[in-house]
């Protein structure tokens, strides 16, 4: 019902549009503190290392080698907002000119297009989409 609210809401302050996202939870929101308690934990038992090449995380937009910067933020961005927009213009911005989308769905594709028309853009939601995409980047 607060969804439908806040729909309401955006669309009377004059959005475009606002539609339901089917998500099984509420993430990047304090609603997830619990599991970002759980995750600290989790994280805290794992060893990592620097990271080569850089990750730009959602949390920052910025690029990120150490490894525990990349943990607080794999923790930080359970809760926080996801800066989406800002992370593809980095990225780009670092050169980034081929992004994969790893999962079923192809939402996130259709988002860096927008954000980066020149950008290539692959998927991997089903075996076709993966083959397609393994074959362009050979």
Partial sequence: AAVERVMALAKAAGAKRAIPLPVSAPFHCALMRSAQEKMTKVLAALAMKKASPAVVTNVGAEPV???????EALVSQVVAPVRWVESVEKMGELGVTTFVE??????LSGLVRRISPGARVFGTADREALLKTARALM
């Fill in 65 to 71: 080698w150490e490894a525990e910067r990349l943990r």
């Fill in 102 to 107: 790893v999962g079923p769905g192809n939402v």
